[in-house]
């Protein structure tokens, strides 16, 4: 299914490599770390738990990196088992500024808890909002420059991560509305 695919993205993630330069093979790999597992974004989602006024920001961006566990990094990624592009272009591994990944490509984790996560924070408290989006575009960027991930896997970890932000949002609304209307027929 993906081989078409890698014919035409594989010159576009080699063509991200003429632009390596010791500045950027220092930078991207800390910057990529934050949202290994998710963590970086966990953390923040915690964090906003803790105080009263981010409370239901924290529980929206929980419910979002939770909908994508489920869908994407355990029904996803199995069902479409796409290798990763340094598997593909083996020349590369020699040159790979991170360990190699045992999971599959499709689509980028690292992208999709980035957007989940900024895509709340961009709807409650653009204060935030724009600094974590600026952060999810150069966690995205990231796993092309490492040739970790395909255009495609970004672009799709991107969309969803949009999808199961605005759906985290949703919920937690949903369901605050569900427990305020039952507290007044108290």
């Not at 992208?111 to 935030?128: Q, Y």
Request: charged share 20%; aromatic share 12%.
């Amino acid at each position: 299914m993906f081989d078409a695919l890698n014919n035409f993205e594989i010159p576009i993630l080699d063509a991200i490599q003429s632009i390596r330069c010791g500045f950027l093979d220092a930078l991207l790999p800390v910057i990529t770390a934050f949202a290994d597992h998710g963590i970086g974004w966990i953390i923040v989602a915690a964090v906003l738990l803790f105080f009263k006024k981010t409370r239901k920001t924290g529980l929206m961006a929980g419910v979002a990196l939770i909908i994508g566990l489920l869908v994407v990094n355990m029904t996803m990624k199995p069902l479409f088992a796409r290798i990763r592009p340094y598997e593909v272009n083996e020349a590369i591994k020699a040159f790979l500024l991170v360990e190699p990944l045992a999971d599959f490509s499709f689509p980028s984790g690292h992208t999709l808890a980035s957007f989940e996560v900024a895509t709340v924070l961009m709807i409650r408290d653009r204060k935030f909002g724009i600094p974590a989006l600026i952060l999810a575009f150069v966690i995205a960027f990231s796993r092309l420059y490492l040739y970790v991930h395909y255009p495609t896997d970004v672009i799709v970890g991107l969309l969803l991560g949009v999808l199961f932000g605005f759906l985290g949002v949703l919920i937690v609304n949903k369901t605050a509305d569900l427990i305020d209307k039952k507290r007044k027929v108290r």
